[in-house]
T-cell receptor, first 114, second 110 residues
Framework: GAGVSQSPRYKVAKRGQDVALRCDPI?????LFWYQQALGQGPEFLTY????????KSGLPSDRFFAERPEGSVSTLKIQRTQQEDSAVYLC????????????FGSGTRLTVV | GNSVTQMEGPVTLSEEAFLTINCTYT??????LFWYVQYPGEGLQLLLK?????DKGSNKGFEATYRKETTSFHLEKGSVQVSDSAVYFC?????????FGAGTTVTVRA
């Protein structure tokens, strides 16, 4: 597609519920990133994939967060047993290489845990 | 570790005014520096970048110069338009990760 597509655009989850957020990167982009953006803050790095390999997951806040990209294209960020502090916008970005090439970001998924 | 500090907002300007958003950074080595912009209802977009000291990035009338001696990358535009209303993020990277500032909200009034 022309850009990075994320779905759903908005998600309301009850505390304790599991959620799955989807990202469709630009075709041919080998690098895929997930970021978390709290209200009024800049995005914070969560995890990085190069093709299907998850090369860095150091930013995942807890073991309730899990990301995958099994075929090197679409990626899913899963959050188990959601907590209120998980409420944020989750951004996906893709790139042909590293940050110096510039990322293309999706519009994000706004997760609200009630 | 890497960190970015940028001018707190919100900033409100009249059309055709001069805009400066200050950005300073702390990093190991020689990072690349970026400005990203988020227009209302849209995703983050790369506005400009500079990859080494004294480089000037420019796009859409915006400019920023990589100043290693002051560890700064201030964003400037000489004459803003209403369409420049957005949130602006300064960021840096040593490798594949971006470290962002908190963002500065700019509103331009006609």
């Amino acid at each position: 597609g022309a850009g990075v597509s994320q779905s759903p655009r908005y998600k309301v989850a009850k505390r304790g519920q599991d959620v799955a957020l989807r990202c469709d990167p630009i075709s041919g982009h080998v690098s895929l990133f997930w970021y978390q953006q709290a209200l009024g803050q800049g995005p914070e790095f969560l995890t990085y994939f190069q093709n299907e390999a998850q090369l860095d997951k150091s930013g995942l806040p807890s073991d309730r967060f899990f990301a995958e990209r099994p075929e090197g294209s679409v990626s899913t960020l899963k959050i188990q047993r959601t907590q209120q502090e998980d409420s944020a916008v989750y951004l996906c970005a893709s790139s042909v290489g590293g940050a110096s090439y510039g990322y293309t970001f999706g519009s994000g998924t706004r997760l609200t845990v009630v | 570790g890497n960190s970015v500090t940028q001018m707190e907002g919100p900033v409100t300007l009249s059309e055709e005014a001069f805009l400066t958003i200050n950005c300073t950074y702390t990093a190991t080595g020689y990072p690349s520096l970026f400005w990203y912009v988020q227009y209302p209802g849209e995703g983050l977009q790369l506005l400009l970048k500079a990859t080494k000291a004294d480089d000037k990035g420019s796009n859409k009338g915006f400019e920023a110069t990589y100043r290693k001696e002051t560890t700064s990358f201030h964003l400037e535009k000489g004459s803003v338009q209403v369409s420049d209303s957005a949130v602006y993020f300064c960021a840096l990277s040593n490798d594949y990760k971006l470290s962002f500032g908190a963002g500065t909200t700019v509103t331009v009034r006609a």
